[in-house]
């Protein structure tokens, strides 16, 4: 029974489970750490250290809209009208990316409490290696302008309404198009705030010279933040672009030439706005494609997997039908 309702769910739900229960299983045995750090230490653990991460209107909004979309979604999936249902499926994708956000919310704040230690010259240094002596970044310094620093700008902010706006265009093929992109998106999160939490590092922007400095909406980036973010290595701008864009080419090929231009400015914007080392960009590019070939394997074994679990539990019901009808029918050999 546990196993056919654990099947009912999208792999990149299951996946969305797991890492929240990750995060989750950190805060409570680090209730003490974090009530300290909030300043709500005088009253019980783990209400103190809650109430003091929830005091922030932002962490209100994480908490309350995976709610509202999870929500939405159940609404949409009832509704009599078949334009609401229709929705469902992205409300649905919709939902798990919520979830990305709020798990990327608590590994940023877990980098800075459990690794303190920013690897920058680390990275810096390997992109000296790779890169005659600099970085992307510092190369691109010399051809920084403000029209191409609004339009690298335009590139970079791209990414946060491609990554969902995908799949919708997946879903123009199929649904299983579209859940195997989801599942893909989402493996390559996860595995890259892994990493973060592994080589914490903040990027050229901080920790470089610079002799040009950069306008448009940069600053928009890093707004609010109380801390900058150890979100670096790897680029998963670079590694997400690369997922969307071997998605395209596998069920929506026409797309596919807006989907490589924009691939390039993304990873392009990366360096030029000085978010990212030249080795992030290798770094995840190379999950992309990582996942990009896992993704599909997984969804598909995953897909094979519900199948079963359907054919087993109608299987029982089948077998009752046809004992109650054949019991029903005088004289019948069977």
């Avoid at 109430?51 to 929500?71: D, I, K, N, T």
């Avoid at 395209?248 to 990366?270: D, E, M």
């Avoid at 094979?304 to 019991?327: D, E, H, K, Y």
């Amino acid at each position: 029974m546990w196993a056919c309702t654990w099947y009912a769910c999208e792999l990149y739900e299951l996946m969305g489970a797991c890492a929240l229960a990750a995060v989750a299983g950190v805060f409570f045995t680090h209730a003490r750490l974090f009530a300290a750090i909030t300043g709500m230490d005088g009253h019980p653990l783990w209400i103190a250290a809650l109430a003091g991460v929830l005091r922030s209107p932002q962490a209100w909004v994480l908490v309350f809209a995976p709610l509202a979309l999870a929500g939405a979604h159940l609404a949409a999936r009832r509704s009599p009208r078949l334009r609401w249902r229709r929705a469902a499926y992205p409300l649905r994708a919709l939902f798990s990316f919520s979830i990305v956000l709020l798990v990327y919310r608590c590994v940023n704040a877990y980098v800075a409490v459990f690794q303190p230690w920013d690897r920058d010259e680390v990275l810096a240094a390997l992109d000296a290696r790779l890169w005659l002596g600099h970085t992307p970044a510092q190369w691109l310094d010399g051809i920084v302008s403000p029209p191409l620093t609004w339009l690298m700008c335009g590139a970079y902010a791209s990414w946060f309404v491609l990554v969902y706006a995908t799949v919708w265009v997946m879903l123009q093929h199929s649904q299983q198009a579209a859940a195997e992109y989801v599942n893909t998106a989402v493996l390559a999160f996860y595995l890259g705030y892994l990493t973060y939490l592994l080589v914490p590092a903040i990027g050229p922007a901080y920790t470089l010279p610079f002799r040009h400095p950069l306008s448009g909406l940069v600053g928009l980036f890093t707004q609010g933040q109380a801390r900058l973010a150890r979100d670096c290595f790897p680029s998963l701008h670079t590694g997400l672009a690369v997922v969307m864009a071997t998605s395209v080419w596998r069920y929506r090929r026409r797309w596919f030439p807006w989907y490589a231009a924009l691939t390039a400015a993304i990873i392009l914007s990366t360096m030029y706005l000085r978010f990212h080392y030249g080795i992030d960009v290798v770094a995840g590019a190379a999950l992309g494609c990582v996942t990009a070939y896992i993704g599909p394997v997984l969804t598909r074994a995953w897909r094979q997997r519900q199948l079963l679990a359907a054919a087993a539990r109608a299987w029982p019901r089948a077998g009752r039908v046809a004992t109650v009808a054949t019991t029903a029918v005088p004289g019948s050999n069977y």
